[in-house]
């Protein structure tokens, strides 16, 4: 096996091919090929996903598995759920999937059973949970626990947040709200909208140590202490999810009141970790056992599942063909569901943290482009937005559709039409669309005139893939969750990169806290370095009179 991915067979005989996917639209593969609507079709637990409306044929699809077998996509696969340090420039196993074993498995990592750690978080997370809902436990006051702040950034606040939102009509416990910004007005919007007797804080930083939440966590510990007049009260107001219990303990938090997990759950796929401590809070310790097992189903899927009928990989592939082969570089997702609003930014740290690398795993540069552009808005709102450009761009963007059979609740409009069959006609409109847009003959034989049928021609042959799920729920959205976080683990295997790491973040950090020194500074500073940098210190040192 090559070592650098486009110099592998497989690779070469999608470069011959390509020219001639490229020459065929949409509309002719789906004559040429009139079964492909009910054949490219793949069942992953209860998703449903269509990606017949992509620009490949059957031998486009065999080129492209036999490009994950050559590369050794199921080798990788298996490294790991098996707990191998798969994260080589961390030197750590990457085990997000055993946070949703059963407690009756077994996982030894390292010599420890890490499934009996999960459970035992999972455990005390529950009894917890059962204790704030159940109004045994109390604030400082004596009052129960109307309003959970989580604190937090990153993976720390995108998942429970993006969960939350789209659990909305599954929300039976203690408001949420989420802080993460280290722009004020997000902890002072919140803190102006809560009670400090009421409030509980769960201060989410995996490593402890990141500069956003530990601002807030200390601004909001000043605030309760300051309302409630007692230090004491911070332990009734403040819990910690972390890897680190040295620094909680720092910080001031017991670690009674902490929840544990490891160095082996990346930031970005620690929403099923104790980082979900608020999605429990809200919809209860059984809502999120079922968020757990929708995601189990989707591991057992696409560890077992042959690679042809496998979700994440065929989604993954695409991705590199598209990536690749068609320098497509960005992908829309869409969720045709208001409560999915903060799916897409959910996904986008999913991807653009994994897959943003320019080194392989062993350090060499990589050969060809990684990662992709990830972005959208629920429909229908992006339709009277960026759709124009999806439609009748120049560029190709390869888009997520992601619809619902059954809302929670539906409305009719006045003539008895349900609004949900609405959404998801629009939907399938937009798809079609894209897919087979309208011709030059077609627009003229509407009548229209010669001058503006250049303006009404829908180019089409642009692919999108459909992911049908029956309901929004805690299981279906764990679901969606490890079926994307699969595909992006696919591309990364085909890529040879470690999609674990996230060294890119770093240098920013080290200089906001450098620049930081300069602007605060009573003194002017020196040079920093670069003029512009000096001439904008300059500028923000005297609007704010230093
Ligand atoms: O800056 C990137 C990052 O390290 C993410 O990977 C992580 O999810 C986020 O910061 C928050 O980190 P922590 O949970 O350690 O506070």
């Given at each position: 096996?090559?070592?650098?991915?486009?110099?592998?067979?497989?690779w070469?005989?999608?470069?011959?091919?390509?020219?001639?996917?490229f020459?065929?639209?949409?509309?002719?593969?789906?004559?040429?090929?009139?079964?492909?609507?009910?054949?490219?079709?793949?069942?992953?637990?209860?998703?449903?996903?269509?990606?017949?409306?992509?620009?490949?044929?059957?031998?486009?699809?065999?080129?492209?598995?036999?490009l994950a077998?050559?590369?050794?996509?199921?080798?990788?696969?298996?490294?790991?759920?098996?707990?191998?340090?798969?994260?080589?420039?961390?030197?750590?196993?990457?085990?997000?999937?055993?946070?949703?074993?059963?407690?009756?498995?077994?996982?030894?990592?390292?010599?420890?059973?890490?499934?009996?750690?999960?459970?035992?978080?999972?455990?005390?997370?529950?009894?917890?949970t059962d204790?704030?809902?159940?109004?045994?436990?109390?604030g400082?006051?004596?009052?129960?626990?109307?309003?959970?702040?989580?604190?937090?950034?990153?993976?720390?606040?995108?998942?429970?947040?993006?969960?939350?939102?789209?659990?909305?009509?599954f929300?039976?416990?203690?408001?949420?709200?989420?802080?993460?910004n280290?722009?004020?007005?997000?902890?002072?919007?919140?803190?102006?909208?809560?009670?400090?007797?009421?409030?509980?804080?769960?201060?989410?930083?995996?490593?402890?140590?990141t500069?956003?939440?530990?601002?807030?966590?200390?601004?909001?510990?000043?605030w309760?202490?300051?309302?409630?007049?007692?230090?004491?009260?911070?332990?009734?107001?403040?819990?910690?999810v972390?890897?680190?219990?040295?620094?909680?303990?720092?910080?001031?938090?017991?670690?009674?009141?902490?929840?544990?997990?490891?160095?082996?759950?990346?930031?970005?796929?620690?929403?099923?970790?104790?980082?979900?401590?608020?999605?429990?809070?809200?919809?209860?310790?059984?809502?999120?056992?079922?968020?757990?097992?929708g995601?189990?189903?989707?591991?057992?899927?696409?560890?077992?599942?042959?690679?042809?009928?496998?979700?994440?990989v065929l989604?993954?592939?695409?991705?590199?063909?598209?990536?690749?082969f068609?320098?497509?570089?960005?992908?829309?997702?869409?969720?045709?569901?208001?409560?999915?609003?903060?799916?897409?930014?959910?996904?986008?740290?999913?991807?653009?943290?994994?897959?943003g690398?320019?080194?392989?795993?062993?350090?060499?540069?990589?050969?060809?482009?990684?990662?992709?552009?990830?972005?959208?808005?629920?429909?229908?709102?992006?339709?009277?937005?960026?759709?124009?450009?999806?439609?009748?761009?120049?560029?190709?963007?390869?888009?997520?559709f992601?619809g619902?059979a059954?809302?929670?609740?539906?409305?009719?409009?006045?003539?008895g039409?349900?609004?949900?069959?609405?959404?998801?006609?629009?939907?399938?409109?937009q798809?079609?669309?894209?897919?087979f847009g309208?011709?030059?003959?077609?627009?003229?034989?509407?009548?229209?005139?010669?001058?503006?049928?250049?303006?009404?021609?829908?180019?089409?042959?642009?692919?999108?893939?459909?992911?049908?799920?029956?309901?929004?729920t805690?299981?279906?959205?764990?679901?969606?969750?490890?079926?994307?976080?699969?595909?992006?683990?696919?591309?990364?295997?085909?890529w040879?990169?470690?999609?674990?790491?996230?060294?890119?973040?770093?240098?920013?950090?080290?200089?906001?806290?450098?620049?930081?020194?300069?602007?605060?500074?009573?003194?002017?500073?020196?040079?920093?370095?670069?003029?512009?940098?000096?001439?904008l210190?300059?500028?923000?040192?005297?609007?704010?009179?230093?």
């Open positions: 096996m090559s070592d650098d991915v486009t110099a592998t067979e497989s070469h005989a999608l470069a011959a091919h390509q020219p001639h996917v020459a065929t639209t949409l509309r002719e593969l789906f004559t040429l090929d009139p079964e492909r609507g009910h054949d490219l079709v793949v069942q992953a637990g209860d998703l449903r996903i269509d990606y017949s409306k992509n620009r490949v044929t059957r031998q486009t699809l065999e080129l492209l598995l036999s077998r050559e590369v050794g996509v199921e080798d990788r696969r298996d490294a790991m759920f098996a707990g191998e340090h798969i994260n080589t420039s961390e030197d750590r196993a990457v085990l997000h999937t055993a946070l949703r074993l059963p407690a009756s498995a077994s996982l030894l990592v390292d010599g420890e059973n890490v499934v009996a750690d999960v459970h035992r978080v999972l455990d005390a997370m529950g009894r917890f204790d704030i809902r159940a109004g045994r436990w109390l400082f006051t004596g009052k129960p626990i109307t309003d959970v702040v989580n604190i937090g950034i990153g993976g720390s606040d995108l998942g429970p947040a993006m969960v939350c939102g789209a659990l909305r009509d929300h039976d416990g203690p408001r949420t709200h989420f802080v993460s280290v722009d004020p007005a997000d902890l002072l919007a919140t803190l102006d909208a809560v009670n400090p007797a009421t409030t509980l804080f769960v201060v989410s930083s995996k490593t402890f140590t500069l956003e939440t530990l601002s807030n966590a200390r601004a909001a510990r000043r309760l202490v300051d309302a409630l007049g007692d230090d004491e009260a911070v332990a009734r107001h403040f819990v910690a972390s890897t680190n219990a040295e620094a909680v303990t720092g910080f001031g938090i017991d670690t009674s009141n902490m929840f544990e997990f490891w160095d082996w759950v990346g930031g970005r796929y620690s929403v099923d970790s104790a980082i979900g401590l608020s999605v429990m809070l809200a919809i209860g310790k059984a809502g999120f056992d079922e968020f757990l097992g995601f189990a189903a989707i591991d057992e899927h696409f560890a077992t599942a042959p690679l042809e009928r496998n979700a994440p989604l993954g592939l695409l991705s590199v063909w598209y990536d690749n068609f320098d497509a570089g960005n992908r829309a997702v869409l969720p045709y569901s208001n409560d999915l609003a903060r799916f897409t930014a959910y996904l986008q740290q999913l991807s653009m943290e994994s897959n690398k320019s080194v392989t795993r062993d350090g060499r540069p990589v050969s060809c482009d990684t990662g992709q552009v990830w972005w959208g808005e629920p429909g229908t709102n992006g339709q009277h937005a960026f759709f124009q450009l999806l439609h009748q761009g120049t560029r190709m963007i390869p888009a997520d992601i619902f059954e809302p929670f609740r539906d409305v009719l409009t006045e003539n039409t349900s609004m949900h069959d609405l959404l998801i006609a629009n939907l399938l409109a798809t079609k669309v894209l897919a309208k011709t030059a003959e077609e627009v003229a034989g509407e009548g229209v005139a010669p001058e503006l049928v250049g303006h009404k021609v829908m180019p089409g042959n642009r692919p999108s893939t459909t992911i049908f799920a029956p309901k929004l805690p299981g279906t959205l764990g679901q969606l969750i490890a079926l994307y976080e699969h595909q992006v683990f696919v591309e990364g295997a085909v040879d990169i470690d999609s674990f790491d996230q060294w890119g973040v770093e240098l920013g950090k080290k200089q906001a806290l450098e620049l930081l020194d300069s602007i605060a500074a009573a003194d002017p500073p020196g040079p920093l370095g670069d003029s512009s940098t000096d001439a210190v300059h500028w923000y040192r005297g609007q704010t009179g230093r």
